[in-house]
């Protein structure tokens, strides 16, 4: 007989949309999320919050630097006065809201809202490969959404380096789900995100009332490495696209020797690693000022136990 594992309950739930203020899904959600109040009846408490409001306002990714590079402990104990970026005086205000980082006043669970123009579907994008409660939900959602594949993507950053707001709950992930043009709602991602909540909010409501959720097996996808454009050695200029092989093919494995970029000139230059990975955030939009085409994730089963909430047992 397999052990459970008894946790405490998911009391304090957040979920945040528009710490990138033109991916609009989440912020559309949060804002019909924010239409409804609370009337005292509901099993779980739920803080919605609208992560950078002035992006938002602006439909731009950030106005003064990358809000979701703030929430590392050094950026969250920085002095900052009026001159500071924006983004950085707005990640210790949503610390002091949704943290401290990791305590044990920190909300119990952090779902933070992201779409990529990469053809990702679902991610839940996490610092652990053994965090019970996010690997459930994730299996939750595998199980449960029929039209969207579900994959749990892991960061292996120690925790003081983790640099995006999910990292301030006491379990968290970014809910990332693509493709979907930076500025432009589509339907059918927004119905995507609307049920990944949903079903993560059902999914907290059994665990808390005692559900036994069983154990079993979860693939687990962890970030290797990034892989920049083709630049010119003087200019810095990119000087290729994305291959159309590979282009829209995020988690089909990549091998040696697969096709990559398409130089500008016509030449094709090939995946040149040793090891077949995973590739993802394929061409994102947002990646071409951080020198991303691409990043590349090794993948493995990971076991998960049997889970209940500790006020059952
Ligand atoms: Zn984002």
């Known amino acids: 007989e397999e052990p459970v594992v008894a946790m405490p309950t998911v009391s304090r739930v957040a979920v945040c949309g528009g710490t990138h203020g033109n991916e609009l899904a989440g912020i559309y959600l949060v804002r019909e999320m924010l239409k409804k109040r609370a009337d005292g009846t509901e099993p779980v408490s739920v803080v919605t919050v609208m992560s950078n409001p002035r992006a938002a306002q602006l439909c731009v990714r950030y106005v003064e630097t990358d809000l979701n590079r703030c ?19 707005r990640s210790q205000e949503l610390n002091a809201l949704l943290g401290p980082k990791a305590s044990a006043q920190a909300v119990d669970l952090l779902c933070d809202l992201h779409n990529t123009t990469a053809n990702t579907g679902l991610c839940l994008i996490t610092y652990s490969d053994r965090d019970w409660i996010c690997l459930h939900i ?33 379990h968290g992930f970014a809910m990332e789900i693509g493709p979907q043009p930076h500025g432009v709602v589509r339907s059918v991602i927004f119905s995507a995100m609307q049920e990944g909540v949903q079903l993560m909010m059902d999914w907290i409501c059994q665990f808390n009332s005692g559900t036994l959720f069983e154990g079993g097996w979860v693939d687990v996808y962890t970030m290797v490495k990034n892989i920049d454009y083709p630049r010119d050695s003087e200019t810095h200029v990119i000087t290729a696209a994305v291959h159309p092989n590979l282009q829209d093919r995020d988690f089909c494995l990549l091998h040696p020797g697969d096709p990559m970029f398409l130089c500008f000139s016509g030449e094709t230059l090939r995946y040149r690693g040793k090891e077949a990975l995973y590739p993802f955030f394929i061409n994102e939009g947002a990646y071409y000022e951080k020198g991303v085409a691409l990043s590349l ?17």
Do not use: W
């Open 297 to 313: 994730a090794r993948k493995r089963r990971v076991q998960i136990p049997s889970v209940r909430s500790e006020t059952l047992r």
């Open 138 to 170: 994730c299996k939750h959602l595998q199980r449960e959404m029929a039209s969207t594949p579900v994959r749990y993507v892991h960061f292996d950053i120690p925790l003081n380096e983790a640099y995006s707001l999910d990292s301030v709950g006491k």
């Open 71 to 89: 929430f590392t402990r050094a950026a969250l104990s920085a002095p900052v006065s009026e001159t500071s970026p924006y983004e950085m005086i």
